[in-house]
């Protein structure tokens, strides 16, 4: 009996040594998606484990940084956004995977897509999709409201908002996710860039106090207290919390990810499946079509790991055709193959995808700092104190130019 | 066998006490620990010529001195109703246990849809009773935000002073009351010359760690506005974890904790010794 135990000992160790365990820590965006990737992938390498832990975006940043700080090697894999790569790079968080990447994929990844997971000449990871804040509107109700098409303008958008209001069919004609949070930089970004404004001049002294940057702010303030066409409630709503109005019908207009449209079409969660569709997002100066931002993330081996082989096959699977075919149509992500946006499947199967492919041809990014996360807190704190009528927007702006040059050693 | 249990006493209580202090001292980064230069008070100065700072100071007054008011004003009217005698006595001593047991980040959650400008029952009930004409935008605005989370915070809390005061009540003997009401005095006046005082150890030891609490006061705001709109709920202990983890400058994180920590120490003080005087003798 008991040399059947000690086989048995040996046996079930020799298991456990012979499999890899990864920890992979992602926003819970595409967690549906990935658990299910997940599945795949360990039918596919059955000596590897996956752990999965799933984090809201706003608390992503904060839970990766201060469990790194203590153990280097608590995640194999992590979830970047683009505005961390340069900070995470600078703190040695990443480990450099340009002697893994096949020609194929230098060759074929979108290089708007790459570029998120590059800083200082070096490659940190994959990008997992390609996201923009898309324009979705619901058709339904501008058809009960007489309204052919969606607006192209700001001005329009402003119009058509008040006709539906005015009809009773929405309470407001959109909301918005402009909470003390890193998506109201989004919106912002997305508003700034289609009133022709920008961040930076060419040499480097802020300028988004001005011209369009000032114009995007105003509108912000317009919107909710003169034109009354967003609703209040956008100011503590953030990119997630927004999608209950719009799911439920509430209102006609929103501006979110990529991954809102299979909520929107997801009967569970939502009374409007295949009433919401995408169009480009409207525009404020004559000039320029249409304006959004990106908001890309990827996934990246961490320095510390101690699984990087494991790590990278992991990565690499998400990262494949088959994967991003199948993200795309079931999730409506955007792929990151150049390929794909040619894909009869893709086509057929998401009905929306040519719309929010148009899309990708008119994108600001936000700006690129090693210092990002404190730029985006002045900004945020001074946005909200336009929004919240305690200072107004152009001296909210003066203030948050003063001290982001102050930051940036100015 | 004194030694162990000083030795463990003075590692988990001093240790991270003296440690905190001294890296006050220092601009050490969250993420490179070994790389800290000494700059002396620097730290203490830039904190305390902070806007940003003081704005977090005047909200953390308002929140305590408004939230422990409230929570010690219906935790002693409670109480004295608790001690009387009534048929559902016991199951409402019980059931007042319930908020004060749930965690407070699920308070935090209940608060938030209760208070939501769409969907919220706040709004839901004032329209259907004729009270509002449009749904309101409880925590859209900064100040009245700030308040929304004190009724948040107080629902929960004032429940402490009344399980703290009702067992001290308990011990003051009836015929205090009996010789009181025989001399002529009515309710007011028994409240204030037996029970207070009768009551003021209890009630000192329950406001010291209530306005302590209240000061440190981080989880509601984190949960319900995470510091905005606009910083108007931004308290102090959330600007110790902005600047920690999210600024990373741990150096002068830890001279916030400094700050924080002899601030409270004052106030203890304060109300030890206004409210701690000679033994209180009643003669019946």
């Known amino acids: 009996m008991k040399k059947v135990l000690i086989l048995l000992f040996i046996i079930t160790s020799l298991m456990i040594f012979s499999t890899t365990t990864i920890r992979v820590i992602s926003s819970d965006d595409f967690a549906a998606f990935r658990q299910e990737a997940i599945k795949r992938f360990e039918e596919l390498y059955p000596d590897i484990k996956v752990e999965l832990l799933s984090v809201g975006y706003n608390q992503l940043y904060q839970k990766i940084i201060t469990t790194l700080a203590v153990d280097p090697s608590a995640f194999d894999v992590i979830d970047v956004d683009c505005i961390w790569t340069p900070e995470f790079a600078t703190l040695g968080l990443l480990e450099p995977v340009d002697n893994r990447l096949t020609e194929d994929m230098k060759n074929n990844i979108l290089e708007s897509a790459m570029n998120i997971m590059r800083y200082n000449g070096k490659t940190y990871g994959l990008p997992m999709f390609n996201d923009v804040l898309f324009f979705y509107y619901n058709e339904d109700l501008l058809k009960k409201a007489g309204i052919r098409r969606p607006p192209a303008t700001w001005d329009e958008f402003v119009a058509f908002s008040k006709i539906l209001q005015d009809k009773g069919l929405v309470k407001y004609g959109s909301v918005w996710g402009w909470a003390q949070a890193e998506g109201l930089i989004c919106y912002y970004t997305l508003l700034l860039g289609s009133f022709g404004g920008q961040y930076f001049d060419e040499n480097e002294n802020p300028v988004f106090n001005t011209g369009g940057g000032l114009k995007a702010l105003e509108w912000m303030v317009d919107s909710i207290y003169n034109y009354k066409v967003v609703d209040p409630s956008s100011i503590n709503s953030d990119d997630r919390a927004m999608l209950h109005a719009i799911a439920n019908g509430d209102a006609a207009f929103g501006f979110n990810w990529s991954f809102a449209w299979q909520i929107f079409n997801d009967p569970d969660q939502s009374s409007q499946v295949n009433k919401i569709k995408v169009a480009l997002v409207p525009t404020g100066v004559p000039g320029i079509v249409s304006n959004t931002s990106s908001g890309s993330m990827g996934l990246a081996i961490t320095k510390g790991s101690k699984n990087k082989e494991a790590a990278w096959k992991f990565i690499s699977f998400l990262a494949s055709r088959e994967e991003q075919r199948r993200q795309s149509i079931e999730y409506g992500a955007m792929p990151i193959w150049e390929d794909l946006y040619n894909d009869k499947e893709i086509l057929t199967h998401h009905p929306e995808f040519s719309e929010m492919v148009n899309q990708l041809y008119y994108v600001t990014d936000r700006p690129s700092l090693v210092k990002y996360q404190e730029f985006s807190r002045i900004l945020q704190i001074y946005i909200q104190k336009a929004l919240t009528r305690q200072m107004t927007p152009k001296e909210a702006l003066d203030k948050a130019a003063e001290e982001v040059n102050k930051l940036l050693g100015k | ?284």
């Not at chain 2, 902070?50 to 409670?78: C, D, H, R």
């Open chain 2, 1 to 284: 066998m004194i030694i162990p249990a000083t030795v463990v006493l003075l590692l988990t209580l001093f240790y991270p006490i003296v440690n905190t202090i001294i890296i006050s001292f220092f601009d050490k980064k969250l993420f490179y620990p070994s790389f800290s230069t000494f700059v002396g008070l620097s730290n203490y100065k830039e904190i305390l010529s902070n806007e940003e700072f003081w704005s977090a100071f005047k909200i953390t007054i308002y929140f305590t001195i408004v939230s422990v008011f409230l929570e010690f004003v219906i935790g002693l009217f409670t109480a004295i109703l608790l001690n009387q005698n009534f048929k559902l006595r016991g199951f409402l001593r019980t059931l007042v246990i319930l908020p004060w047991a749930i965690p407070t980040v699920v308070n935090g959650v209940l608060w938030q849809w209760i208070f939501d400008s769409n969907y919220g029952s706040l709004n839901g009930l004032l329209y259907q009773l004729g009270l509002i004409h449009n749904y309101v935008n409880w925590l859209g605005k900064p100040f009245m935000a700030l308040n929304m989370v004190i009724i948040a915070d107080v629902w929960k809390n004032c429940w402490f002073f009344t399980i703290v005061l009702l067992g001290a009540l308990q011990t003051i003997p009836k015929n205090y009351y009996d010789a009181a009401k025989v001399d002529g005095a009515g309710f007011w006046n028994r409240l204030f010359n037996v029970t207070l005082p009768l009551l003021r150890p209890a009630i000192v030891v329950s406001l010291v760690l209530r306005t302590s609490e209240a000061f440190k006061v981080f989880d509601i705001i984190y949960i319900m506005t995470k510091g905005g709109p606009a910083n108007g709920t931004q308290v102090l202990s959330y600007y110790v974890y902005h600047t920690s983890f999210e600024a990373m400058q741990l150096g002068k994180g830890a001279a916030l904790s400094t700050i924080i920590a002899i601030i409270i120490l004052l106030i203890a003080l304060v109300y030890i010794k206004s409210l701690m005087r000679e033994e209180v003798e009643i003669n019946a």
